[in-house]
């Protein structure tokens, strides 16, 4: 507890990665978003990430996208309010799709927008983002 007898604030990490590279090592926890429909798929979006308004408005589409949000994000908020209590003061998600440059990229940053609305103090990495596919 802090002197005016509220729960400190966990700072909270959230990463977007490709499984196909792996699991990051210092997740707390890993939430997979290849249920949510891809991009990959649609030769228009292929080249694009994450972090453009065309993938995203794509990804934000799919009703499977806006429910792992909502679930993800009461799961968050939850565990930091639990993590505070128990003193930690770090916390970490890593959300992974298959190559990382796409799906998991528009949920962080969904999420991110979430959580800063809710004033918690959140640090933002894209893993794989830069990593390009090899298939044409």
């Not at 990665?17 to 649609?42: E, I, Q, S, T």
């Not at 909502?70 to 209590?85: G, I, N, P, V």
């Not at 959140?122 to 983002?129: G, K």
Request: aromatic residues 8%.
């Amino acid at each position: 507890m802090t002197e005016e007898g509220s729960t400190p604030e966990v700072a909270v990490t959230v990463m977007s990665f490709g499984f196909k590279f792996g699991l990051p090592a210092d997740a707390g926890w890993v939430v997979d978003a290849r249920m949510v429909r891809n991009p990959f798929w649609v030769p228009e979006l292929r080249s694009f990430t994450g972090l453009d308004a065309a993938v995203r408005d794509y990804v934000l589409a799919d009703e499977v996208a806006r429910e792992l949000i909502d679930h993800t994000h009461s799961l968050m908020s939850w565990s930091s309010r639990r993590y505070a209590e128990r003193g930690r003061d770090n916390l970490s998600f890593a959300i992974g799709c298959t190559g990382g440059r796409h799906r998991s990229v528009v949920i962080v940053e969904a999420l991110a927008e979430r959580l800063r609305a809710d004033r918690v103090a959140v640090t933002v990495t894209h893993r794989d983002v830069d990593v390009l596919d090899p298939r044409p």
